[in-house]
């Protein structure tokens, strides 16, 4: 089978589909990847696989531009005979569903979050939401499709909002890590939390990541004298209407608030590096951040919001706080300052869940069979998916 997966970055690709990219490749199948231009192309190509930049600008809106780019992704499917086409982030889905429904092409679209335009109160997230919402319902429908969710609370929001028809509906928890990769062993080369805890937040540079709640937080933490060091691990994204602009990053670091380290390439190290990992998001689909320090057995810190509590059960393999309440992130900072024993068993248990429910063969093999339900119904007698025997995923509920 050709399979093609698209997204609104070659960074997503290489970073959170390349391990599905490759079981593709393995079990014989042929993937092609498609996304904006971007230096991960090129990544992606040494590997061996097939990438090819789409004429996709993230943040424009006009009508000509979009249609052309529909137009351009139902000529490549047809060109490249692909049987079906996996698309990830809400733009993207609507895109290449719309082209792929218009080819006659069987369709998975993956919604990670709801994005800007339903997390934001901006006056263009809230012009743009009943449009998308159109949008959504129109691509998302219709028969030789499935849509991926990575938590119950977005699971609801559609069946509520009417967004597609919950018998196509999948719940796949994220888009998996390698716990072998990220893993206690890390931790072995750490320094002393007793001389300065070292906390990072990990994640693009947006504000519904909370980075203002993170950077009070440390204002608090600082006015208190206490020894922990606050790290921001990230760019910003300038595709992305929520990102904060590079000078008040540069300003908050020149303040002592923070340590800025940019884009970190080697996560492995830097978590092997830290005593915890804080994301204070809005809302999410399913933080990959959060799952890979987990892995590592670090203890974490989030919000109690769609995705976050999906990854940390509050008081068991993490610390859950409100959203956008830095008090209560500097309270949770310092209790895991304070109390050794704590960050220990909550390590230990984050590791236990992220082997038992996110481990990335985990979410693979969903994934296949996701394919292999699509499939099955649609293509030749004589084309097989060979996936291993994959089990269906229930729909509506996590098979994890």
Known sequence: MKILLFANTDWYLYNFRRSLAQALREAGHEVLLVSPPGPYGALLQDLGFRWMAAPMQRRSLNPLRELALVLWLRRLICREQVDLVHS????????????????????????????YVFTSNDLLARCLRPVVRGLLRLGLGGAGSRVVLQNPDDVALFERAGLVDAARVRLIPGSGVNCQRFSPALLAGQPDPADVLRVVLPARLLWDKGLAEFVEAARLLKAEARKVQCLLAGDPDPGNPAAVPEATVRAWAEAGLVQWLGHVDDMPALLGSVHVVALPSYREGLPKGLIEAGGCGLPLITTNVPGCREVVSDGVDGLLVPARNPRALADAIARLQDEPVLRQRLGQAARAKALAQFDERLVIERTMAVYAELLGDHVQPNAQLSVGAPKAVSQGASTS
């Open 88 to 115: 990830f982030t809400i733009k993207c889905a609507v895109y290449g569903s719309l082209a792929a429904r218009s080819a006659g092409r069987v369709r998975v679209n993956a919604v990670a979050g709801m994005g």
